[in-house]
Nanobody, 122 residues
């Protein structure tokens, strides 16, 4: 069973950079047909896709967050990382990492981390 585990600070001050790491076990982040995503859920709102990194290392970002997000990976540690700069209280959310199985033009999320609460507050 693939396991994903988010880690990072639970509290970040406004204007700082949020950094979260997802550690993957029982799977390789370089296996083709899988994208590794960051998804968040602000309080009282629905899920919002933040961005992803593919098995080849290509990244894609939510257009509304693109200027502030950076996604990278460490294949030796089977980890991928999200950095979100210039955070505001609106970035407060539960952040999830998830694996998406890409099939043709579509796909589905087949494994999720448990999520980690991030609060932006001074």
């Amino acid at each position: 069973q693939v396991q994903l585990q988010e880690s990072g600070p639970g509290l970040v001050k406004p204007s700082q950079t949020l950094s979260l790491t997802c550690t993957v076990s029982v799977a390789s982040i370089t296996t083709s047909s899988y994208h590794w995503s960051w998804i968040r859920q602000p309080p009282g709102k629905g899920l919002e896709w933040v961005g992803a990194i593919t098995s080849s290392g290509t990244t894609d970002h939510n257009a509304s967050l693109k200027s502030r997000t950076s996604i990278s990976r460490d294949t030796s540690k089977m980890q991928f990382t999200l950095q979100l700069s210039s955070v505001t209280p609106e970035d407060t959310a539960v952040y999830y990492c998830a694996r998406r199985h890409e099939i043709g033009a579509g796909g589905f999320y087949d494994n999720w981390g448990q999520g980690t609460q991030v609060t932006v507050s001074s």
